[in-house]
Nanobody, 124 residues
Framework: QVQLVESGGGSVQAGGSLRLSCAVS????????LTWYRQGLGKEREFVGA???????SLADSVKDRFTISRDNAKITVYLQMNRVKPEDTALYTC??????????????????WGHGTQVTVSS
């Protein structure tokens, strides 16, 4: 069973930085995307950013000038670098791996895994 393990969360003051990691436990025969989501207390889960299998990234408008996403292929790890954090960035950050692999006969196999999340708390 593939596991995603997030780390790097913690408490930080506004204006500071954190680097979150999402480590995939094993390689997968699919060109998957890794996506970061976050959910604040009493709020709905929201998209933060993603890196697809070809290394292209996308970030939510609320973070695109402050956060970046990178990948370490050797360790099968994706990083979320959070700079100039704000109190509104406080949330549980979770990563998701998703890929659909085409199989013979027109079938597809879906890889869809979630981590348990890492808490980020930003104080003003």
């Amino acid at each position: 069973q593939v596991q995603l393990v997030e780390s790097g969360g913690g408490s930080v003051q506004a204006g500071g930085s954190l680097r979150l990691s999402c480590a995939v436990s094993e390689s997968i025969p699919c060109n998957y995307a890794l996506t970061w989501y976050r959910q604040g207390l009493g709020k709905e889960r929201e998209f933060v950013g993603a890196m697809d299998g070809d290394g292209r990234t996308s970030l939510a408008d609320s973070v695109k000038d402050r956060f970046t996403i990178s990948r370490d292929n050797a360790k099968i790890t994706v990083y979320l670098q959070m700079n100039r954090v704000k109190p509104e960035d406080t949330a549980l950050y979770t990563c998701n791996l998703f890929c659909q692999k085409k199989l013979p006969g027109g079938r597809t196999h879906e890889y869809n895994y979630w981590g348990h999340g890492t808490q980020v708390t930003v104080s003003s």
